[in-house]
């Protein structure tokens, strides 16, 4: 059955619930966008260029931020949709924990707490 709410809003709520738990986190936009300008002066005046810009690391949480001191990140997927995480998110994932940062995958704001709570606890 599928979810009752989007991805976005579970971003939300499970962001609201960490911050009211303690943490200090924010809701992140990994990824690439494209932006352009149009040239003022010179010979290619009034052409325009476009380019990529990233945000952020590629494979990078959906939240990000920090608990009692160290690093959190938190990739939230709908609960219908948890083994989409990407092989590049799990290495993001990873990678935090290997640096002592708090890190796991969620489909809800009770898991987000466990993870944190177990995580903290055992000093991973």
């Not at 290495?91 to 704001?109: L, P, W, Y």
Request: hydrophobic residues 40%.
């Amino acid at each position: 059955m599928p979810s009752l709410m989007s991805e976005k809003q579970l971003q939300r709520q499970i962001a609201e619930v960490l911050n009211y738990s303690g943490a200090l986190c924010w809701i992140t936009n990994a990824g690439m966008i494209k932006t352009s300008y149009r040239i003022k002066t010179g010979r290619l005046r009034g052409q325009v260029k476009s380019f990529m810009i990233r945000i952020g690391p590629a494979g990078m949480s959906d939240i990000i931020g920090m608990y009692k001191g160290r690093f959190l990140a938190i990739e939230v997927k709908l609960p219908e949709r948890r083994k989409n995480v990407t092989d590049i998110q799990n290495n993001f994932i990873e990678n935090v924990r290997e640096h002592d940062g708090i890190a796991g995958v969620v489909t809800s704001a009770d898991e987000a707490i466990k993870i944190v709570k177990d995580q903290t606890e055992a000093g991973i």
